[in-house]
């Protein structure tokens, strides 16, 4: 594969244009050209906008001489998950059901980014309606890993964290339902971070658990999270969940010192069983750097861990029946030639539109809300979600951050675990806790296990960013793992 020139971290492309050693206009010209090289083998991309992105881009040069900058981000290239909608712009969630569809208006955290000069070039293939962990469920083709192209980048934002392993863009947008961020960033070597359920508005993200659903973003390092975060995070009036919470400067908590925080083990993360050696073994080396950063370190418990991938998956299954109920054939988005009537319309064009994981999770989803059932599986999965939290809130009594493997394995090879849907639910044993509780995670590549990345995952309290990336920061200036190139593109 020839490809351009891999791009620089975001803070990169900033120092560049602000030196005046490059512009806007030629380092989104050389994001536009890698993509254009790289992407036939990867898959990250749903489409481009190159025009557009163009026209932005010289937008931002023209600022930028008349001294005009808007931001860090101003004239910087920025991929989105196609599923976060732009005035003008196809989305598309990586489902037939919306083909054709073009979204009338623009997403809160794209208009944000727009409005600090941030220039979009792209749209990021996903998992169906973001239902995945391997980003093999889209109707467009799979995703492949740049460590290994006949392997999984994990999902369902396995675009956007291709997008930024491969050095097509320096940042990236995804959404993170259940570790749809934290486990592809895991899985690619790329810094995820998930925030605080409503530190960062939904709207214009395209719906698929409500309760769960949080934008968050993947960079090369922690440096480049925080910015990306300080410009997307904030109040919404438009996003009902969206949090009344002032926004610190998370760049500027980058002090380099976590000596005054107490890092938490819980011993359910850390059982041997069904773990990878050697992301076990990565993940403890991890914990080992920022203890002699001057963290200390000590055990904690999280005894509900045992029933939260089950939790999550009756609750984000239950709200995914509700929330695509909307797609009927009959106001947007695909509509069924051959129907007679309207039933028929209603059935056929759902069965043509969806593909067969979205199909299963509604179907599990309306039977879990179905009369007879409601209480035995959703209303319980609500009552051990509040456990759940509960476990974290004592947690967090006892320490500041917790630390755990991001996932149990490395990549997965493509086609491995489609046939086997439970196996692969499973790999988000790590990471829908965080979810349900509604706290923040962030995933930073910690080394390698068998040739492939492997990640630490951070854990803090609500509204705890600044610490997480703070204690992300202080990790990664003392290892490297988060500069290794992928090795087969």
């Known amino acids: 594969m020839e490809a351009s020139s891999p791009l620089p971290s975001l803070r990169g492309v900033r120092d560049l244009l602000d030196s005046g050693e490059g512009t806007s206009v030629g380092i989104v010209n050389e994001a536009l050209e890698r993509a254009d090289a790289l992407d036939e083998a990867l898959g990250a991309f749903t489409g481009m906008r190159a025009e557009g992105a163009l026209e932005d881009a010289a937008a931002a040069d023209a600022r930028r001489a008349a001294g005009r900058t808007l931001s860090p981000l101003d004239g910087v290239p920025v991929a989105i998950k196609d599923n976060m909608v732009m005035e003008g712009e196809p989305t598309s969630c990586a489902s037939r059901i919306l083909e054709g569809f073009v979204s009338p208006y623009t ?5 944000r980014l727009r409005s600090r000069g941030a220039v979009i070039v792209g749209r990021t293939n996903l998992d169906e309606f973001a239902m995945g962990s391997s980003t093999e469920h889209s109707c467009f083709r799979p995703t492949s890993n740049p460590w290994d192209l006949d392997r999984a980048p994990g999902g369902s934002s ?18 993170d339902t259940g570790g749809s961020i934290r486990q592809p960033a895991s899985h690619c070597g790329v810094v995820g971070m998930k925030p605080t359920y409503g530190r960062v508005s939904r709207w214009g993200l395209v719906a698929f658990a409500s309760s769960l659903d949080q ?18 995070a904030g109040h919404d009036p438009a996003d009902s969940t969206s949090l009344r919470e002032p926004v610190p400067r998370f760049s500027e908590e980058l002090t380099g010192d976590i000596s005054d925080l107490v890092i938490g083990l819980p011993r359910e993360y850390f059982l041997d069983e069904g773990v990878d050696p050697g992301v076990l073994a ?8 920022l203890e002699r950063a001057g963290a200390k370190v000590r055990e904690v418990s999280l005894p509900h861990t045992r029933f939260a991938v089950a939790t999550y998956y009756l609750i984000a299954t239950a709200e995914a029946s509700s929330n695509l109920a909307r797609y009927d054939g009959v106001r947007y988005g695909r509509r069924a030639a051959s129907a007679t009537d309207l039933s028929q319309m209603y059935f056929l064009s759902r069965s043509e539109g969806f593909g067969e994981e979205v199909k299963r999770r509604i179907m599990l989803g309306t039977y879990v809300l179905s009369a007879g059932y409601y209480d035995a599986y959703y209303r319980k999965a609500q009552q051990v979600r509040a456990l759940v939290l ?3 809130q004592k947690a967090f009594d006892e320490c500041d951050v917790i630390a755990t493997p991001t996932c149990p394995e490395t990549a997965f090879r493509l086609g ?30 910690c080394g390698m296990a068998g040739g492939l990345p492997a990640g630490l995952q951070l854990l803090g309290g609500p509204l705890q960013e600044a610490t997480l990336l703070r204690a992300a920061d202080v990790f990664q200036r003392l290892t490297s793992h988060h500069t290794a190139v992928p090795t087969a593109i």
């Open 282 to 289: 990565a993940v403890r080396d991890g914990v080992s750097v």
């Open 215 to 232: 934008i968050g973003v993947f960079t090369r390092d922690a440096g480049d999270a925080a910015l990306l975060l300080e410009a997307i």
């Open 158 to 175: 396995g675009g956007s964290a291709v997008a930024v392993a491969s050095r097509i863009v320096p940042a990236a947008l995804g959404s």
């Open 107 to 111: 997403s809160t955290v794209v208009e």
């Open 416 to 445: 491995e675990k489609t046939g086997d849907p439970l196996s692969m639910y499973l790999g988000d044993i790590y990471t829908v806790s965080a979810n349900l509780a509604g706290i923040p995670g962030i995933s930073v590549p």
């Open 390 to 392: 509960d476990d974290f």
